[in-house]
């Protein structure tokens, strides 16, 4: 299952290109940002961030994420929206 958080912090580093600027922008540690992408990466079975490059840059599996992770985001984001009224 993928956790919404860490999907959206995976999001977050791969709009930045650093986990350090993702870090700033959520308010939260490189450490914790780069934790919570390591962990999606482990639940999901493959490599989402390239490293070794900088700027960073999602691997192919990353790729596809990302072009879905905005749509599930906003989806759940509506059903929470429409569970609460």
């Known amino acids: ?14 709009e930045c290109g650093s986990f350090t600027l993702a870090a700033k922008r959520l308010g939260r540690s490189q450490s914790a940002v780069s934790q919570s992408v390591r962990q999606l990466e482990h639940d999901l079975g493959v490599v989402l961030i390239e490293r070794a490059s900088r700027p960073l840059a999602a691997t192919a599996s990353g790729t596809i994420l990302r072009e879905h992770a905005n749509r599930l985001i906003r989806d759940a984001e509506a059903l929470s929206a429409k569970v609460l009224d």
């Open 1 to 14: 299952m993928i956790d919404l958080k860490a999907l959206g912090v995976f999001l977050t580093v791969a």
